[in-house]
Each structure stands twice: as structure tokens, then as C-alpha cells.
């Protein structure tokens, strides 16, 4: 089946605990994305990857890093977690990059609490 | 910075009633995409549309694009529960980034 998977679904931390979110993808996707989505602010990209070793910065990329090692999996590393990155994060992807007009495909999210 | 607008926020309408989701945004574009999210769930592709006049209809959820005017529609005909979703636009901005509308949060009431 086509999907994006993402692991942890759930995940209770402490501030400054590294950790890192993983995206996998089986559709031979290029483009990859991170978002987050927060009340009254909606989905906001974090970072995005073309192909393998090509990143990104998205709207909001600070506190985060990105790796594209191979064309299947995009990890989300926060280094040093703090509250304000509580929120609900999605992974996707696509054929091609945005302009292309391919359809996205969503991870079912990962729901992060930093305490 | 492109900005990307949706209204109404809310929408709570009949079963049965016709009604239109705006989508305004700021700079040149004549790519547009619509996703529609279920309470506690990700997001769902809905349309891809790729240039100025573009039209794509599913069921009772038809969206345009009109690129001169930055507007994008989706209106929904003939509403009925299943219906009842948040609505986000997107738009392409950039070397390959995605701005998001703020969203539309429809009700369908019985």
C-alpha cells in the first residue's frame, strides 16, 4: 500500500531532550516536507527536500534539522526541544516539487509535547 | 512573504444548501491546491490546479482558479453531512515552498 509513515505517533519529552521524528515514504516520492499545525495558526512548513541531500528551509525552520540520506526517509531532529515546539507535526510527500502540481500525500502526524 | 487567506474561518451550514470557501493570495501563482482534514485526522488531497480557468469537480465539491484575480473557490453543492471538514488552500511559493491558508472549519448541520 502507498503511504507515508511516521514514528512516533505520540511523544511526551523534556526540554533540551534531542529526539527525532521519522518519515518514510514507499512511493519513490522526490519531494518531501515537514509541517507543523498549530491552533489559529494553521499548517506551516518547517523544512523541505527536492531529492537525496537537497534541503530546504521552510516558513519555520528554526530549532529543527533535516537529513534526505536516502530518497525514502526525511528525519525531523530537534536538537534541543523547547515548549513552544508543541505541536503536531506531518510529514508528506509528492512526485515532484510544488510547482509541478503532483498531489501530497500526508503521514498521519506525530503529536509532541515538550514539557 | 506570500500571504494566503481563507474565509469564511467558520461555516456552518443546512444539509441540501449550496455554499462557497474563498481562497485569497498575494503574489503570482497559477498553482493551487486543496486539502480537506476530518477532526483528529491528516490531510487528504482534494484538487490540483494548474493554471489560470482551471476547473475540477468531485462529487459535490467543484474548485476554480482564476490567477489574475489570486482566487481561488470551492464550492460545495447540495451539502450533506459527510461533508462537514476543515478546508485548507495551498499555494506554491518560492524555490518549491507551500503557504497554507488559515483553514474553514464546515459544519454540516442536518
Known amino acids: 500500500e502507498a503511504q507515508v509513515t511516521q514514528n512516533p505517533r505520540y511523544l511526551i519529552t523534556v526540554t533540551g531532550k534531542k529526539l527525532t521524528v521519522t518519515c518514510s515514504q514507499n512511493m519513490n516520492h522526490e519531494y518531501m516536507s515537514w509541517y507543523r499545525q498549530d491552533p489559529g495558526l494553521g499548517l506551516r512548513q518547517i523544512y523541505y527536500?527536492?531529492?537525496?541531500?537537497?534541503?530546504d528551509k521552510g516558513d519555520v525552520p528554526e530549532g529543527y534539522k533535516v537529513s534526505r540520506k536516502e530518497k525514502r526517509n526525511f528525519p525531523l531532529i530537534l536538537e534541543s526541544p523547547s515548549p513552544n515546539q508543541t505541536s503536531l507535526y506531518f510529514c508528506?510527500?509528492?512526485?515532484?516539487?510544488?510547482?509541478?502540481?503532483?498531489?501530497?500525500?500526508f503521514g498521519p502526524g506525530t503529536r509532541l509535547t515538550v514539557l | 512573504e506570500l500571504k494566503v487567506e481563507q474565509n469564511p474561518l467558520f461555516l456552518s451550514m443546512q444539509e441540501g444548501k449550496n455554499y462557497t470557501i474563498y481562497c485569497n493570495y498575494s503574489t503570482t501563482s497559477d498553482r493551487l491546491y486543496w486539502y480537506r482534514q476530518d477532526p483528529g485526522k491528516s490531510l487528504e488531497s482534494l484538487f490540483v490546479l494548474l493554471s489560470n480557468g482551471a476547473v475540477k469537480q468531485e462529487g459535490r465539491l467543484m474548485a476554480s482558479l482564476d490567477t489574475k484575480a489570486r482566487l481561488s473557490t470551492l464550492h460545495i453543492t447540495a451539502a450533506v453531512h459527510d461533508l462537514s471538514a476543515t478546508y485548507f488552500c495551498?499555494?506554491?511559493?518560492?524555490?518549491?515552498?507551500?503557504?497554507f491558508g488559515t483553514g474553514t472549519r464546515l459544519t454540516i448541520i442536518p
Open positions: 527536500s527536492m531529492n537525496v541531500e537537497v534541503t
Open positions: 508528506a510527500s509528492s512526485l515532484s516539487g510544488m510547482w509541478e502540481g503532483h498531489e501530497q500525500f
Open positions: 495551498a499555494v506554491p511559493f518560492g524555490n518549491e515552498k507551500l503557504t
